[in-house]
């Protein structure tokens, strides 16, 4: 059975830090590109990074030069780097496993992702 669990968030100060860490069990982690997702109160879901089996990474627009992705499948576990957080990156965060090795066009896309996490709360004060 596949288990995926964030950990991790919190309340931070604009400016601030966090590091997410996503914990896998049950899967060969290699094999898979892992995202990270985010959805703030009242909005949809939305792709915020994604790292494939060799490592390519992908961000979007808002997040890029701020939060840094990586793995490490020894340990099966995937962070996100936050720096400089602002308000708006306040959002239940979720960490999911995709059914390629790789990160797709579509990697923004839920439809990629085959496991997900229940979610950590990263809330950012202004």
């Known amino acids: 059975q596949v288990q995926v669990v964030e950990s991790g968030g919190g309340l931070v100060q604009a400016g601030g830090s966090l590091r997410l860490s996503c914990t896998i069990s049950?899967?060969?982690?290699?094999?898979?590109?892992m995202g990270w997702f985010r959805q703030a109160p009242g909005k949809g879901r939305e792709g915020v990074s994604c790292?494939?089996?060799?490592?390519?990474?992908y961000y979007r627009d808002s997040v890029k030069g701020r939060f840094t992705i990586s793995r490490d499948d020894v340990k099966k576990i995937v962070w996100l780097q936050m720096n400089s957080l602002k308000p708006e990156d306040t959002a239940m965060y979720y960490c999911a496993a995709s059914r390629n090795d790789h990160c797709s066009a579509s990697w923004t896309s839920e439809d990629e992702y085959i496991h997900w996490g229940q979610g950590t709360q990263v809330t950012v004060s202004s």
């Open positions: 790292i494939s089996w060799h490592e390519w990474t």
């Open positions: 049950g899967l060969t982690t290699y094999e898979h590109a």
